[in-house]
């Protein structure tokens, strides 16, 4: 089955640890995303990707980095520089069409959480 | 300012009881417009979306939601709630002239179901 795989499903980070999350997708979506989510405010777009070797930022980018190296992965480094790292994280995906919205699909996210 | 909001945080009803999820945007020309839902733990899908055409929509496991332009709302509903339907919902726009597949979300209803 096509789908959007995103490990570990919990991960735990030391303080002045930089950390990465893993989205791999098999839908053979042109476009991913990376988005936070913390109680109470809905999701938050992080980073974008519309091609390989090309991202750009979202509304949260400080403190996080990310490759497209590959159509199929869209990895997140939160680095030690991103102050309240504690979050859920979600990936998405979505096909892109010129001129048109297409929707995302989501992975079921990576909760990380400070030790 | 540019917003979407989810005026109720959460709302608890009893199962085969109606439903109805606020969604209001501020936004000056209508954008496209989303209703995502989120099970504990998992990532979101996508219930149903409006970009024109008639105001009432219908999406999946049995829920419509209805466009009004004179309210700025876009308001989830489904006749008859099943247990199952307890998650969280989020309402999300994707603006005009703002990047095709920019999603910009509410905060979340959280919807608890009593038996």
């Known amino acids: 089955d096509g789908g959007i795989t995103q490990s570990p499903k919990y991960l735990f980070r030391k303080e002045g640890q930089n950390v990465t999350l893993s989205c791999e997708q098999n839908l053979n979506h042109d476009a991913m995303y990376w988005y936070r989510q913390d109680p109470g405010q809905g999701l938050r777009l992080i980073y974008y990707s519309q091609i390989v070797n090309d991202f750009q930022k979202g509304d949260i980018a400080e403190g996080y980095s990310v490759s497209r190296e590959k159509k199929e992965s869209f990895p997140l480094t939160v680095t030690s520089a991103q102050k309240n790292p504690t979050a859920f994280y979600l990936c998405?995906?979505?096909?892109?069409?010129?001129?048109?919205?297409?929707?995302?699909?989501f992975g079921d996210g990576t909760r990380l959480s400070i030790l | 300012a540019q917003s979407v909001t989810q005026p109720d945080i959460h709302i608890t009803v009893s199962e085969g009881a109606s439903l109805e999820l606020r969604c209001n945007y501020s936004y000056g020309a209508t954008p496209y417009l989303f209703w995502y839902v989120q099970s504990p733990g998992q990532g979101l899908q996508l219930l149903l979306k409006y970009f024109s055409g008639d105001t009432l929509v219908q999406g999946i496991k049995g829920f419509e939601a209805e466009f009004k332009r004179s309210q700025s709302s876009f308001n989830l509903r489904k006749p008859s709630v099943h247990w199952s339907d307890a998650a969280e919902y989020f309402c999300?726009?994707?603006?005009?002239?703002?990047?095709?597949?920019?999603?910009?979300f509410g905060a979340g209803t959280r919807l608890a179901v009593h038996p």
């Open positions: 998405a995906s979505s096909p892109v069409r010129e001129g048109r919205h297409q929707p995302q699909h």
């Open positions: 999300a726009v994707v603006p005009l002239g703002g990047g095709y597949n920019k999603l910009i």
